[in-house]
Nanobody, 124 residues
Framework: QVQLVASGGGSVQAGGSLNLSCSAS????????MGWFRQAPGKEREGVAS??????TTYADSVEGRFTISLDNAKNLYLQMNSLKPEDTAVYYC???????????????????WGQGTQVTVSS
């Protein structure tokens, strides 16, 4: 059973930074993809960024150049968020696939395991 625990959310002013972390435990297939998603009130969950075990990444246009996703050797996932904007306000979730993908994806349907979410609030 895979367990993901997200942390690092908080409240910041526009232009500030936060670093989200996601600790993974349990078995994760050697070839995998992990990602960050967010959901704002009244909106659908959207893929923010993902990374696969080969280090390939994909980012949403809205965060490209401001956010950086990374993995460490222990399969812990990070999201460095800089130049935050009020529209980045959402609950952020980390997720992992159950196996390898041909390319990294930000489609929620591809991810089998989900963390509990951490709130990010950006004020103007």
């Amino acid at each position: 059973q895979v367990q993901l625990v997200a942390s690092g959310g908080g409240s910041v002013q526009a232009g500030g930074s936060l670093n989200l972390s996601c600790s993974a435990s349990g078995y994760i297939y050697n070839d995998y993809c992990m990602g960050w998603f967010r959901q704002a009130p009244g909106k659908e969950r959207e893929g923010v960024a993902s990374i696969d075990s080969d280090g390939r990444t994909t980012y949403a246009d809205s965060v490209e150049g401001r956010f950086t996703i990374s993995l460490d050797n222990a399969k812990n996932l990070y999201l460095q968020m800089n130049s935050l904007k009020p529209e980045d306000t959402a609950v952020y979730y980390c997720a992992a696939t159950a196996g390898p993908l041909a390319i990294p994806t930000r489609s929620p349907e591809a991810f089998a395991y989900w963390g509990q979410g951490t709130q990010v609030t950006v004020s103007s």
